[in-house]
């Protein structure tokens, strides 16, 4: 994935917790999945922020974004952002490096 590019993945709520607030647990190992696909092969998580709303996320559908902030031979800064319609889930940026 190039630099400043998104790609937008739509899950069910239960994936992250729903029908209650999202579950910090599943909410990180979805985003790191999702983060570390877009990074591309050869790098791996050097950093992790997750911030989590407390929001109900009912039975509805969660979007996804996630895009590349920017892109260097050896280093890539990532983000993603949930939101059940208007409603944010959470936020995440990941910080990846060339494996060795």
């Not at 791996?44 to 509805?60: F, K, P, W």
């Not at 949930?82 to 494996?99: I, N």
Request: glycine share 8%; net charge negative; aromatic share 4%.
């Amino acid at each position: 994935m190039d630099a400043d590019a998104s790609i937008k993945t739509t899950l069910k709520s239960s994936l992250l917790g729903g029908p209650n607030a999202a579950d910090p647990t599943l909410c990180s190992a979805c985003v790191i999945g999702l983060l570390a696909d877009a990074a591309g092969e050869g790098m791996r998580m050097a950093s992790l922020a997750l911030d989590i709303t407390s929001n109900v996320l009912g039975e509805r559908l969660v979007e996804v974004t996630v895009r590349i902030d920017k892109r260097a031979r050896s280093i890539v800064f990532a983000s993603a952002e949930a939101r059940v319609g208007d409603d944010l889930v959470f936020t995440a940026q990941g910080l990846f490096s060339r494996a060795s």
